[in-house]
T-cell receptor, first 112, second 112 residues
Framework: EPEVTQTPSHQVTQMGQEVILRCVPI?????FYWYRQILGQKVEFLVS????????KSEIFDDQFSVERPDGSNFTLKIRSTKLEDSAMYFC??????????FGPGTRLTVL | DAKTTQPTSMDCAEGRAANLPCNHS???????VYWYRQIHSQGPQYIIH???NNETNEMASLIITEDRKSSTLILPHATLRDTAVYYC?????????????FGTGTLLAVQP
C-alpha cells in the first residue's frame, strides 16, 4: 500500500541553524501539507500546497518557514533559523483530492 | 468548520466493540465527519468519513444520527493495537480550506 515517507526520522540542530525536512508524498496525490505537534500538545496545521504554490498557511508559518516541491516526488519544509520553540514532531501529509489526508511517520526536530 | 466535543478518555476490553462518540451540533449541510487516530507519537491515520449515511470500511463503522448532530465511530473487535487518540473532525470535504483542525480527541485504552 502506498504511503508517505519522511526523512530524517530525528533531526538535532543548534539554535539559529537552518534545517530541511523532507517528505515523499504518495505518487498520484496533488495536495501536500505540513503539520507539527509540540510534545504533549495538539497537532497543528502549518501549510498546504497545491499546483506548485501555497494555498493556505497558518499564523505559525512565518517568514522563517518555506516549502518547496523541488522535483516530481519530494516536498520539503525549510526552517531558516531555528528557535528552541521549533522543537516538535513535523508531519507531512498528502491527498489525492482536497479530502482524506494521509500522513507520514513524522520527523522529530530537536533544537538545542 | 463546526466544533466537535469528544470524551477525554475511554476504556474498552480487548475483543469487544469500542464505541467512540462525537457531538457536532453546529454541523452544516456540506460538512463531512472525519475520523483519524494517532497511535503514540506516530502520524495521524485516516480511518473513515461520512456525510449523512452510515459508512463501513475494513477498519471501522461510522454511524451518523439522522439530524447529523452527533456520530459514533465503532471499532467492532478492539485489539491492543487500537489503543490510540481518536479525533473527530468536521469539515467541508473540498473547499477553500483543506486544513484539518485537530482537537484533543479521545484516548481509547484497550485493556487485555
Amino acid at each position: 500500500e502506498p504511503e508517505v515517507t519522511q526523512t530524517p526520522s530525528h533531526q538535532v540542530t543548534q539554535m539559529g541553524q537552518e534545517v530541511i525536512l523532507r517528505c515523499v508524498p504518495i505518487s498520484n496525490h496533488l495536495y501536500f501539507y505540513w503539520y507539527r505537534q509540540i510534545l504533549g500538545q495538539k497537532v497543528e496545521f502549518l501549510v498546504s500546497f497545491y499546483n506548485n504554490e501555497i494555498s493556505e498557511k497558518s499564523e505559525i508559518f512565518d517568514d522563517q518557514f518555506s516549502v518547496e516541491r523541488p522535483d516530481g516526488s519530494n516536498f520539503t519544509l525549510k526552517i531558516r533559523s531555528t528557535k528552541l520553540e521549533d522543537s516538535a514532531m513535523y508531519f507531512c501529509a498528502s491527498s489525492e483530492q482536497a479530502s482524506e489526508q494521509f500522513f507520514g511517520p513524522g520527523t522529530r526536530l530537536t533544537v538545542l | 468548520d463546526a466544533k466537535t466535543t469528544q470524551p477525554t478518555s475511554m476504556d474498552c476490553a480487548e475483543g469487544r466493540a469500542a464505541n467512540l462518540p462525537c457531538n457536532h451540533s453546529t454541523i452544516s449541510g456540506n460538512e463531512y465527519v472525519y475520523w483519524y487516530r494517532q497511535i503514540h507519537s506516530q502520524g495521524p491515520q485516516y480511518i473513515i468519513h461520512g456525510l449523512k449515511n452510515n459508512e463501513t470500511n475494513e477498519m471501522a463503522s461510522l454511524i451518523i444520527t439522522e439530524d447529523r448532530k452527533s456520530s459514533t465511530l465503532i471499532l467492532p473487535h478492539a485489539t491492543l493495537r487500537d489503543t490510540a487518540v481518536y479525533y473527530c473532525i468536521v469539515r467541508v470535504r473540498s473547499g477553500a480550506t483543506n486544513k484539518l483542525i485537530f482537537g484533543t480527541g479521545t484516548l481509547l485504552a484497550v485493556q487485555p
